[in-house]
């Protein structure tokens, strides 16, 4: 194919992360069976295990970057935030004032901005781990730059918005793991006990064989930034950079990867083709869809409805579903029978009343670091990169196929030489208008930004 409010901030919760974390490694939920290894599936922890100090350097100091650093810190003892690099001095400024008024100083002279102030961040020898959180299109070259510099690493998903950065993607997760790099990505519904569990309760055969699935996630239209005066082109894109496909990969990659993500884990596999649709009707900046609706073709007759919308005063709804010949599960807490009866449901702790609560006790933003951490501890070598790369090429894969009109193979989306974005990044002007994709016209067109007009 040639040319072709996230999440939430954690405050409180996060921050008392750090004395539960004192409490050193548990295992809670049901008792680990034999066979999980077998079905990879991660630790449950109460906190992260002791050690070794631990030094993290942060690229991408915006929210949730700075949420990202804080669930770190939250994971386990021993854990500092040292470094941090942004393209913008305001965004380091604002995270360096929120770690300061925990008593958690960052220092200025780690602190570096620029489109090359991640590698001087990287470069410095006291830090371990590097948290990855800008807008994906930079996350490749990162990622890469973390494995030259043997920097174990956290990487927000999704973790590229083309072809080209998977294949870069998964290249430098086998650097990774020849080194013995930790790798821990933010898909955090695999890091969630009662997703956890309810995967194993499918994978011991609790609803037969898969038969067929959905994924959804439904919202309201997510933030945008008008244009300032003395912003140039590229740093009104990058402010602006939930609404550009080639810095987020559009919406059913930066939000909707997570469902896609379940749907893959639970089938235990990608899907061989994709076709679909989309459209826009309410957005007014960027070039993204308002919606979409994917088959996604895992063979041997098995498919899965993918749908995701971001337009205000609609229906809303976030979620996964999985048929199987015995019954289907939410693949979050609860199983039933193929007349529609409850046959297993997940236990949720109690809290301080003795209620029973509708969530994990640690959140799953900070349960994915704690993961990290007890990896690196502990030698239990964990590496995430390579399965959140092919399944947000997956959703890549759907994207193209709903911005093309044409039926898009796995093979055909992998080889794919789509690169999105500009040819050089540098601040001012920028040559470019981006036209929303239009199916059924030639894919240059409706796949990749044209280098002539003005940014609208």
């Not at 933030?223 to 559009?250: A, H, K, S």
Request: aromatic share 10%; hydrophobic share 40%.
């Amino acid at each position: 194919m040639k040319n072709i409010d996230r999440r939430k901030f954690i405050g409180k919760t996060a921050l008392a992360g750090i004395g539960l974390a004192g409490a050193g490694m548990m295992l809670s939920g049901c008792k680990r069976k034999a066979d999980d290894r077998d079905l990879k599936l991660p630790p449950v922890l109460k906190g992260a295990p002791g050690g070794k100090k631990l030094r993290a350097g942060l690229v991408g100091a915006g929210a949730r970057g700075t949420g990202a650093a804080i669930n770190f810190i939250s994971s386990g003892p021993d854990l500092e935030i040292i470094a941090l690099a942004d393209v913008y001095q305001d965004k380091i400024d604002a995270c360096r004032e929120r770690f300061a008024s925990f008593n958690l100083p960052i220092p200025a002279e780690n602190c570096f901005t620029g489109f090359d102030g991640y590698k001087k961040m990287m470069a410095l020898p006291d830090i371990d781990v590097v948290l990855l959180a800008t807008p994906p299109q930079f996350r490749p070259d990162h990622f890469l730059e973390a494995v030259t510099q043997g920097k174990h690493a956290f990487l927000e998903k999704p973790v590229a918005v083309d072809p080209v950065g998977i294949r870069s993607i998964i290249t430098s997760a086998k650097k990774a793991e020849a080194i013995g790099l930790n790798i821990v990505t933010g898909t955090q519904r695999r890091h969630q006990e009662d997703y956890i569990e309810t995967y194993r309760q499918v994978a011991r055969g609790a609803i037969g064989k898969i038969t067929s699935a959905k994924a959804y996630w439904n919202q309201d239209h997510v933030w945008f930034r008008e244009r300032e005066p003395g912003w140039n082109d590229m740093e009104y894109m990058i402010r602006n950079w939930n609404n550009f496909c080639w810095l987020c990969g559009d919406h059913i990659l930066d939000t909707h990867v997570h469902n896609i993500d379940v749907i893959n884990w639970f089938i235990g596999k990608y899907p061989e083709k994709a076709i679909g649709y989309g459209g826009r009707h309410r957005r007014v900046t960027g070039d993204q869809y308002d919606f979409f609706s994917i088959d996604f073709d895992y063979g041997d007759g098995v498919s899965s409805h993918s749908m995701c919308r971001q337009i205000d005063t609609c229906t809303n709804g976030t979620g996964e579903l999985v048929m199987g010949t015995a019954g289907y599960t939410n693949c979050q807490n609860t199983i039933w029978d193929l007349q529609g009866n409850v046959i297993w449901k997940f236990e949720y702790p109690l809290d301080e009343n003795g209620n029973q609560m509708n969530q994990t006790v640690i959140p799953p933003y900070v349960q994915e670091h704690m993961h990290l951490v007890y990896a690196i501890r502990t030698g239990n070598y964990v590496n995430e990169a390579e399965q959140t790369a092919l399944s947000t090429l997956t959703a890549i894969m759907g994207r193209t196929a709903a911005y093309t009109g044409r039926a898009i193979s796995w093979d055909e989306i992998f080889k794919s030489d789509m690169d999105l974005g500009p040819s050089k990044l540098e601040f001012g002007p920028v040559n470019m208008v981006f036209e929303t994709p239009v199916p059924g016209t030639p894919v240059i067109s409706s796949v990749k930004p044209l280098f002539k007009g003005q940014i609208i």
